[in-house]
T-cell receptor, first 110, second 116 residues
Framework: GDSVTQMEGPVTLSEEAFLTINCTYT??????LFWYVQYPGEGLQLLLK?????DKGSNKGFEATYRKETTSFHLEKGSVQVSDSAVYFC?????????FGAGTTVTVRA | GAVVSQHPSWVICKSGTSVKIECRSL??????MFWYRQFPKQSLMLMAT?????????EQGVEKDKFLINHASLTLSTLTVTSAHPEDSSFYIC????????????FGPGTRLTVT
């Protein structure tokens, strides 16, 4: 079945550092890929998505590219801020069902 | 917009009792809501798909008689954990799929259940 594997955390960074969170998936066909973010005390929010190979999703300075050849969807941000501290989830969608990775906790220190 | 609430946010109950968790879409209607379960440091696992006016669809391995789901209106779905046991302690998260607009799910903040 479908599955998502993402980098284990926690990850602690200084402000303005570069952030990468690795995500790989196992699925048949070509599912849509997502990154969700969960800020403390809030529900998961869609951060970005890509629906087909080589698509790049981007939002709030974050980017991820759908790589079919490596079955990956790594999340990157060039310069993080304290407000980016959150838990990040990689996910894939088939029909309306989402399959999630375990989540990566990111803490950005001033 | 597109806010989903859950109530309660945190609940403790004794083993053998039942507890009900509500999931509401506050500013949109949803014919479909989803219930997830999350263990510490693990991913969200889909438990069931809740459809307004019809029976829920449960994922393989989820006991439908233990996790009762009722989607009585276009803005409310409830999950009742019946005869709860300590192994049911977990974080339960719901999401809602709007009738109109994007095809993305909007998530509630989750409910922490502790069974003693």
């Amino acid at each position: 079945g479908d599955s998502v594997t993402q980098m284990e955390g926690p990850v602690t960074l200084s402000e303005e550092a570069f952030l990468t969170i690795n995500c790989t998936y196992t699925a048949t066909g070509y599912p849509s890929l997502f990154w969700y973010v969960q800020y403390p005390g809030e529900g998961l929010q869609l951060l970005l998505k890509a629906t087909k190979a080589d698509d790049k999703g981007s939002n709030k300075g974050f980017e991820a590219t759908y790589r079919k050849e490596t079955t990956s969807f790594h999340l990157e941000k060039g310069s993080v801020q304290v407000s980016d501290s959150a838990v990040y989830f990689c996910a894939l969608k088939r029909d309306y069902k989402l399959s999630f990775g375990a989540g990566t906790t990111v803490t950005v220190r001033a | 917009g597109a806010v989903v609430s859950q109530h309660p946010s945190w609940v403790i109950c004794k083993s053998g009792t039942s507890v009900k968790i509500e999931c509401r879409s506050l500013d949109f209607q949803a014919t479909t809501m989803f219930w997830y379960r999350q263990f510490p440091k693990q991913s969200l696992m889909l438990m069931a798909t809740s459809n307004e006016g019809s029976k829920a669809t449960y994922e393989q391995g989820v006991e439908k008689d233990k996790f009762l789901i009722n989607h009585a209106s276009l803005t409310l779905s409830t999950l009742t954990v019946t005869s709860a046991h300590p192994e049911d302690s977990s974080f339960y998260i719901c999401s809602a799929l709007p009738i109109q607009g994007s095809y993305e799910q909007y998530f509630g903040p989750g409910t922490r259940l502790t069974v003693t």
